[in-house]
């Protein structure tokens, strides 16, 4: 009997080391959702705390260090095979799950630009399908319009030909009203996700000028932040707020929300959050990180080595003690 409790016991204790099992309908190897939770191929909960990147080739890839563990960037889709071996190998290296984005139709609410940028991923099956375990797959950037069934039948239809190509990998859904638009996700969110046969979508939720702090300072065409993201928690959908700014009006962010609010507000929810952007402009065109204020930029040059690094957005966005990613940030268990 005692021999049968010690092995018991080692069993049980393997069985929870191995992590939530992943679902019967879902057949990839990578990341992958439950409920409201997103899990790494080893079937730990991984939750997002990163940061976009705009520029592949004028940045050093030096994010590890800030403690960001996931980095949401734009391709561009005329590199190499090669080329996009190497970019990815960067974040690989530096234990930074990839997602990787296609923006060539931010802002459109054409069908046919959604549909030419899934023949983009379609044609380009066999060197994505090779890094599944590591990445979040963007079908495309703040495409849609808001509140609409097109932008529902849309993506339904997107994400039923990148599972008959063979994408088995969490897929990344941003919502219309470029990426703003919170009636996309709330009330056809469920339907996105019901076609498809992975069960596998990450719902993407961006916030800047079309969303406020609070009632009194909302204007009747605003989303209140606290508000729009209690309705997306209920929907029970898996959910990331994958971009937001510097906030109080500052530069091309017109909203006065600060970045702290819309972190805590996510984390409080339980979602995970990416900040607009390690390199916007891009790396190099301010002379310090003070010549890069009233910018998005996160850090001036793109490298982190001390706060000296980042401009006062990027402190923010790094070094609060209680909500930066330094403070929040942990990797994914399968590098």
């Not at 923006?103 to 940028?117: Q, Y």
């Not at 900040?275 to 790396?283: E, G, I, L």
Request: aromatic share 12%; glycine share 10%.
């Amino acid at each position: 009997m005692a021999i049968f409790g010690i092995f018991l016991i080692l069993l049980l204790s393997t069985l929870t080391f191995a992590g939530t099992p992943r679902p019967p309908y879902n057949n990839g190897t990578g990341f992958f959702v439950v409920g409201k939770q997103l899990f790494d191929a080893n079937g730990n909960e991984f939750r997002i705390r990163g940061v976009n990147r705009c520029h592949y080739d004028s940045c050093p890839p030096n994010i590890s260090t800030t403690h960001a563990n996931t980095m949401r960037w734009i391709i561009y889709f005329d590199q190499t095979p090669h080329m996009l071996d190497l970019l990815q190998q960067q974040n690989f290296d530096q234990k930074v799950v990839a997602i990787p984005g296609n923006w060539g139709g931010t802002c459109s609410n054409d069908p046919n630009v959604l549909a030419s940028m899934v023949d983009t991923w379609v044609a380009q099956y066999s060197q994505w399908k090779t890094i599944e375990r590591y990445m979040i797959l963007n079908i495309a950037n703040e495409w849609g319009p808001s509140n609409s069934t097109v932008w529902r039948d849309s993506y339904i239809t997107a994400i039923q030909r990148l599972r008959q190509v063979g994408y088995t990998c969490a897929i990344q859904i941003t919502s219309g009203g470029c990426g703003q638009d919170n009636d996309d996700l709330v009330r056809y969110g469920q339907d996105v996700l019901n076609a498809d046969p992975q069960k596998n979508i990450l719902f993407d939720q961006h916030i800047y000028g079309m969303w406020c702090w609070n009632s009194s300072d909302c204007q009747n065409w605003q989303i209140q932040l606290s508000k729009g993201l209690d309705n997306l928690a209920a929907t029970g959908l898996a959910v990331i707020v994958g971009e937001f700014g510097p906030g109080k009006n500052i530069g091309p962010s017109p909203t006065m929300i600060t970045p702290i609010q819309i972190i805590q507000a996510a984390e409080q929810r339980g979602f995970g959050w990416m900040s607009w952007a390690w390199d916007d402009p891009p790396c190099g065109s301010c002379k310090d990180a003070q010549s890069c204020e009233g910018t998005f930029a996160l850090s001036w040059d793109g490298i982190y080595k001390s706060t000296n690094d980042l401009t006062s957005y990027g402190k923010q966005v790094i070094e609060d003690p209680n909500w930066g990613t330094l403070h929040l940030g942990v990797p994914a268990t399968i590098f």
